[in-house]
């Protein structure tokens, strides 16, 4: 059968780079989109975000009647022979995957079948979890067109690997297809459909089981976060030895073929609509499957202090950042896109208003998307000019090409007494450091005199008393665990922000206590914030209560209160006396 008329469901950002990339082919598609706002947008040949090469393609293939948008089901699927689903499934707040939009998306799909005589073949694009396909997709489509998954319609997972910034070239010219089939007639029809869309180049196609397709996108995702957060965490030893460059490093170990210079950037940190929440997922999945991934486990938490390396370096150099102004280049997560989800820059903003500085932020695309995130908060510049001029601290967060342009006089003439920090090493250290401060990630250097990273654990019955007030006593501490008579005490210990408690807690119950268990009751959340505001470390004391120590094993499941992680606020002030208090209570 030769495939002409497709229907993409959902207009986000893979949806409608797909469908212009099929549509300037001349496949006739029809994208079925809810929001009324994108559906007019789209219509009109604006696109609702930014993408290089998007808005003259968009406008070619509307004119040429190629494409078109609609709230209507129905229209699209009998117009269509397949339709790809490319809605979001963002994170719920527990990290796990939101399936809302897969769900509705596979109803409406269903409703629409059951008025369809011909074979319609769906095909998933969204990043899902393993099962989820054959377990959600086709359980739902099946329910709702009450027709048979292999006999009317046809199912496939075929992710897609989009780089924001370059996704229209990622449709045209992909390194690979993985198409995950649901029965050889859905994997055939689909490789019929990119064989006539690619020709002879066709890249590399991988047909498997749905379940491998879905993990392929997900392992994908991972390693390349792996990368970056390896990367980085070389970059921050780079940092502590005086000469060393973490940009040398990586171009030495990227020359093995085996490691490749892709993805060893390093910086602030990654950040964006997909890794974050695709590695949360995977690391929820993988734990409902009985089987942990410390790699990613360790690659999120790298990442999640790696922002707050610009502010260490910041206050190094400047002392107290109070009513300092800091001018910000770059918001975006990343160069040539307007997108700030997940962006490094949120979190150095945010520590930055904490440390009272005055914040002046420049960005080519982002500008309005962080309006939206800080209000009035922070001052939006509209050139790089205006957004440096008598700052004492420059700090590079996002690479975009026009920020490389400058020179070391364009920050020396502007700047009050020029502090320079290279987030994303796009200078020549040389050049900048004989002109100003010039201080970058991965850049080892005499001059910037660095507090260890430090994340200790300890035993929070011990440690009351001595909690936040000597770190070496408090690592003493924990070798030297005992739990309390008469109680059963589980480690807590100091998470540094953002880490990930709960999974620390359980490794921690295993490792002291041999112990697997979920977290039961976390009695108070602390942050240090005035001692080491950057660090926000929080001191997390954890039991349960009258438990004998003897017993203990049996008795911990059923004793267990679960206390939401989630709840737990993020930017508690530190109080010892409550805390304190707290544990006292449920030693009682
Ligand atoms: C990523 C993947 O690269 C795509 O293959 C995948 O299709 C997509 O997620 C998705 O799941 O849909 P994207 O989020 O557009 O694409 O961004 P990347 O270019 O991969 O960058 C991610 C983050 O890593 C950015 O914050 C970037 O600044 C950072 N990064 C990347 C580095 O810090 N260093 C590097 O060397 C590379």
């Known amino acids: ?105 596979s109803r409406k799909i269903g409703e629409a079948l059951a008025k369809k005589k011909e074979y319609h073949l769906v095909v998933v694009k969204s990043t899902v979890t393993p099962s989820t396909t054959n377990d959600v997709v086709k359980v739902l489509i099946e329910k709702h067109s009450k027709k048979k998954c292999g006999s009317h319609f046809g199912l496939c997972i075929n992710p897609e690997f989009l780089v924001e910034g370059s996704a229209l070239n990622g449709v045209l010219n992909p390194d690979r297809i993985i198409i995950g089939e649901y029965d050889k007639k859905s994997g055939d029809l689909l490789e019929s459909l990119y064989k006539d869309f690619y020709g002879k180049n066709i890249p590399p196609t991988i047909r498997t089981n749905l379940q491998n397709a879905e993990l392929i996108k997900y392992a994908n995702n991972a390693f390349l976060a792996m990368k970056v957060s390896y990367i980085n965490q070389i ?90 102004k800091v001018a910000i280049l770059g918001l975006a997560f990343k160069p040539e896109t307007d997108d700030m989800r997940e962006a490094v820059s949120i979190k150095i903003v945010e520590e930055l208003l904490r440390r009272k500085a005055k914040i002046s932020v420049y960005d080519p695309a982002a500008l309005e998307n962080a309006r939206k995130i800080f209000g009035n908060k922070i001052k939006y510049c509209k050139t790089i000019s205006e957004c440096i001029s008598d700052a004492e601290c420059a700090i590079i967060v996002t690479e975009w090409s026009e920020f490389g342009k400058l020179k070391p006089e364009d920050f020396t003439s502007k700047m009050k007494n020029p502090i320079l920090i290279d987030g994303r090493r796009i200078y020549n250290p040389q050049k900048f450091s004989s002109a100003l401060k010039y201080v970058a990630v991965g850049l080892g250097s005499e001059n910037v005199e660095l507090e260890p990273d430090e994340t200790v654990w300890i035993n929070p019955a011990l440690a009351v008393n001595i909690i936040i007030e000597d770190r070496k006593r408090i690592l003493l501490v924990k070798r030297k665990f005992e739990p309390f008579k008469g109680l059963w005490s589980l480690p807590g210990g100091y998470v540094e922000y953002g880490e990930n408690v709960e999974e620390t807690l359980k490794r921690e119950a295993k490792e002291e206590c041999g112990l697997d268990v979920k977290p039961s009751k976390i009695v108070g959340v602390y942050s240090n914030t005035k001692r080491h505001p950057w660090k926000h470390v929080i001191a997390i004391c954890y039991a349960a209560k009258k438990v004998r120590r003897q017993s203990r094993a049996e008795s911990r499941e059923e004793k267990a209160c679960f206390f939401n992680i989630n709840q737990i606020p993020k930017k508690l002030a530190f109080d010892h006396a409550k805390m304190i208090k707290d544990y006292l209570k449920i030693l009682k």
């Open 235 to 324: 970059a921050n030893l780079c940092q502590r030895i005086p000469d060393a460059d973490v940009e040398v490093v990586a171009k030495g170990i990227g020359l093995d073929k085996r490691i490749g210079p892709l993805f060893l950037k390093a910086g602030l940190g990654w950040g964006g609509s997909c890794f974050p929440k695709d590695l949360q997922a995977l690391l929820k999945f993988s734990r409902s499957k009985g089987t942990a991934l410390p790699l990613t486990e360790a690659t999120i938490r790298v990442n999640e202090i790696q922002p707050f390396k610009a502010i260490n370096l910041a206050e190094n150099l400047l002392g107290t950042l109070k009513a300092k």
């Open 1 to 105: 059968m030769l495939i002409r008329n497709l229907s993409i469901v959902g207009a986000g950002y893979v949806g409608l780079c797909t469908a212009v990339g099929f549509a300037s082919k001349n496949y006739k598609v029809i994208i079925v989109e809810s929001n009324v706002q994108k559906v007019n947008s789209v219509n009109n040949a604006v696109p609702p975000f930014y993408e290089p090469g998007l808005e003259e393609l968009l406008k070619k293939v509307v004119e040429e009647k190629n494409l078109k948008c609609t709230s209507d089901y129905e229209e699209a699927i009998l117009n269509s022979q397949i339709t790809f689903i490319t809605v979001g499934t963002p994170s719920l707040p527990d990290g796990n995957i939101d399936l809302q939009y897969i769900k509705s998306a």
